[in-house]
């Protein structure tokens, strides 16, 4: 839960009332102090409260654990009924609550409408909670199931009527000429069939234009709550239309189940408010788009342009309804399909509705359409469709038409081959999921994505973003898959992917699922196949390069076109070592034992080992005496660096090669009575080199080894 606050803010000076940085109050948090610790403290010692009603309270427990704008605590009335005691914070004795506006608040509680719209006090009066300060306390109704704050989503449907109730119930607070300021998740309550609205803490009377504090609660609080018009003293706009603002973000939080702005940085959220678009996730909801158009008009950074009572009751009627959200109109409109469009934004969404209009607009694109529509009142956009259409006309009429419908609104989300996006984080989460990751290779290879940054107006872009976008499209070129799959880790919200059938999300994780099983790692598919195949391994490529690792990646990649297949297996594990190290994993000693036991070097280490404990290898000659007198003698290394270890395991290694050759290797000939002129002989069918292994012929009991761990 954000808590509520009523800051007394020092002036401010900007030359930009705009400006990003005089967002810190939608960020700020109610600091931690001994006052207030003390508070809430000392307010769940309380044993009774009395209401000015003459009725008595019995405390039972406090019901929240973190600080806000109040403690609430769970009683009992003198019938046994329970009840519950919101105790406000007054720091220093110095009262935050407008009397007026506690008056008009009880006086529209008192109506039949109210009753029905709003959660009742029941009771008030003051406590005294700590040396001589006396709090103002409210009694009202205990509702079994708690607030709506961080509930499961509600679908579109269920949140139409939620919608229809919130917005009737504002209408008549503010008809009755109050202001709530404090619209959230926390503070609305199921009471009986319908969803009312409680906690008028710090409510004001709609007489009230402007405030010398800023009030509400991080994140719900409307832009002109937080940003202060005037240089001689910080003086707030408040109206109905600050409850609008609330309730958009209120809606979006109900609709995802969690507070919209959860794991979002400083950056993100102001691009948010400053570009009016609240960041829904990806539902598969075919009314996601409508609800979107709602909640654009409801979190509107300019008040006047805001969603009213009146747009709510349309959009319900019509939940493609915008307002006036739109361009400034054309002097002639546009013709397309059988629509007449006469706005910028009206003739974007047009183009981009889908597959059909993307290749109808093309041809408009193609055929200087657009330019001769334009030539004569807007000659910016003239010029740009004339430009793009004798670069990219004839060549690459796709890209020529993204840029140029860039242009013609900036605004516009990202669009390409009737597709669309309408923030990074979207498309991010198509490239996660595809299962064909080149079908997105051409939106990056052709830079698109890029473009549509550098030139979208209402965001924050950053260097380091740009920067990456371009490294990743240049990527593209040559490596489409892994280019999709590392957009995908680097911009979505979701960095998991599956692992042995388990969900990881970082490299740790990761690393503990590789290299706990020899047998998943070279089945059908497993990690082994990925490594080995950047193009069959390309998400797992992907997930590496979004930890900035795709030089070494590039590199180990170029060099392993040369490589034979046991060559470029030893190179990508040094690659995954050097990963590990420079990340600090935690599982480097089970990963170096799975290199020494299964890795590269294992078909030498298990040969070995096999000889030092059963002796299934016979010397037939003299050399192959020698050949078994090194074996048996050889201290096999314990599991270390890599380079380490293959440098202490090439001379077994070499041995190894000279067992192969010097012995008979067919399991089949000594059945048949058949001995080979051999200097070697073996008497165990397990060490016999009939199993391919890494591009090597390797004893079969390696492949029982590998199969049972």
């Known amino acids: 839960s954000r808590p509520a606050t009523e800051v007394t803010e020092e002036p401010r000076r900007t030359d930009d009332p705009g400006n990003s940085t005089e967002f810190a109050g939608v960020l700020s948090k109610v600091e931690s102090s001994p006052f207030f610790d003390l508070f809430f403290d000392e307010a769940a010692k309380l044993a009774f409260l009395t209401g000015r009603s003459g009725a008595v309270y019995k405390v039972e427990k406090p019901l929240n654990e973190e600080g806000g704008e109040s403690t609430i605590l769970l009683c009992s009335d003198q019938a046994g009924q329970k009840v519950v005691a919101k105790i406000f914070i007054q720091a220093e004795g110095k009262g935050q609550h407008s009397l007026e506006a506690r008056e008009k608040v009880f006086d529209f509680m008192q109506t039949d409408v109210g009753r029905k719209l709003v959660l009742p006090v029941l009771d008030f009066g003051t406590a005294e909670v700590h040396n001589g300060y006396y709090n103002y306390f409210e009694i009202m109704p205990f509702c079994e199931g708690g607030d709506m704050a961080n509930r499961d989503p509600i679908p579109f449907d269920a949140l139409v009527d939620i919608i229809r109730n919130l917005n009737e119930s504002l209408h008549e607070i503010h008809s009755a000429g109050i202001i709530h300021l404090d619209l959230k998740p926390e503070n609305l309550y199921r009471l009986g069939s319908r969803v009312v609205i409680g906690d008028f803490g710090i409510a004001r009377t709609t007489q009230k234009t402007y405030t010398y504090t800023m009030m509400g609660t991080d994140g719900y609080r409307a832009p002109e709550m937080v940003l202060a018009p005037t240089a001689k003293k910080?003086?707030?706009?408040?109206?109905?239309?600050?409850?609008?603002?609330?309730?958009?973000?209120?809606?979006?939080?109900?609709?995802?189940?969690?507070?919209?702005?959860?794991?979002?940085?400083?950056?993100?959220?102001?691009?948010?408010?400053?570009?009016?678009?609240?960041?829904?996730?990806?539902?598969?909801?075919?009314?996601?788009?409508?609800?979107?158009?709602?909640?654009?008009?409801?979190?509107?950074?300019?008040a006047h342009r805001r969603f009213k009572y009146e747009d709510v009751v349309k959009w319900l009627n019509d939940h493609d309804y915008t307002g006036s959200q739109a361009s400034e109109a054309w002097p002639k409109t546009f013709t397309f399909g059988k629509k007449k469009l006469k706005d910028e934004q009206q003739l974007f969404s047009a183009l981009t509705a889908d597959q059909e209009s993307w290749e109808e607009a093309k041809v408009f694109f193609t055929q200087q359409v657009f330019e001769a529509f334009f030539r004569s009142f807007r000659p910016d956009l003239f010029r740009t469709a004339q430009l793009e259409a004798m670069k990219y006309g004839t060549s690459e009429p796709d890209v020529g038409l993204a840029h140029f419908l860039k242009a013609l609104y900036p605004p516009g989300a990202i669009v390409w081959r009737g597709y669309t996006w309408n923030k990074l984080s979207d498309l991010a989460a198509k490239m996660m999921n595809t299962r064909v990751a080149a079908n997105y290779g051409e939106i990056l290879r052709k830079c698109v994505i890029s473009h549509w940054l550098e030139h979208t107006t209402g965001i924050l872009r950053s260097d380091e973003n740009l920067k990456l976008i371009?490294?990743?499209?240049?990527?593209?070129?040559?490596?489409?898959?892994?280019?999709?799959?590392?957009?995908?880790?680097?911009?979505?919200?979701?960095?998991?992917?599956?692992?042995?059938?388990?969900?990881?999300?970082?490299?740790?994780?990761?690393y503990k699922e590789a290299f706990q099983s020899s047998k998943l790692f070279y089945a059908a598919g497993g990690i082994y196949q990925q490594l080995m195949d950047p193009v069959y391994g390309a998400k797992l490529y992907g997930f590496l390069a979004s930890f900035g690792y795709w030089e070494r990646m590039a590199q180990a990649l170029k060099e392993a076109e040369i490589c034979t297949e046991y060559d470029k297996y030893q190179l990508l594990l040094s690659l995954l070592e050097t990963i590990a190290n420079n990340e600090a994993v935690s599982s480097m000693e089970r990963f170096r034992v799975f290199y020494l036991y299964y890795g590269p070097v294992s078909i030498a280490y298990q040969v070995c080992r096999l000889q030092q404990q059963a002796h299934i290898y016979q010397a037939l000659t003299p050399e192959g005496q020698e050949i078994i007198g090194k074996l048996e003698s050889f201290q096999l290394p314990n599991p270390r660096k890599i380079s380490l270890c293959l440098r202490e395991m090439m001379p077994l290694m070499k041995l190894t090669d000279r067992l192969v050759k010097h012995m008979q290797n067919n399991p089949f000939l000594p059945d048949a009575g058949i001995y080979e002129n051999a200097d070697i002989a073996c008497g165990n069918v397990q060490g016999y080199f009939c199993f391919d292994f890494i591009g090597r012929k390797a004893p079969l009991v390696l492949e029982y080894i590998i199969d049972s761990n």
């Not at 009016?276 to 609800?291: C, M, T, V």
């Not at 995908?488 to 059938?501: H, T």
């Open 234 to 302: 910080a003086a707030y706009m408040l109206g109905p239309f600050s409850d609008y603002y609330s309730l958009g973000v209120t809606l979006a939080c109900l609709y995802e189940g969690h507070y919209i702005y959860d794991d979002m940085g400083y950056a993100e959220i102001t691009s948010a408010i400053l570009n009016s678009h609240l960041p829904l996730s990806y539902h598969n909801d075919p009314h996601q788009e409508q609800l979107e158009k709602l909640l654009d008009g409801l979190v509107q950074y300019d």
């Open 470 to 510: 371009r490294q990743i499209e240049e990527v593209s070129r040559q490596y489409p898959e892994i280019a999709c799959y590392w957009f995908g880790f680097a911009f979505s919200k979701e960095k998991e992917f599956l692992v042995n059938e388990k969900a990881v999300g970082n490299l740790d994780d990761w």
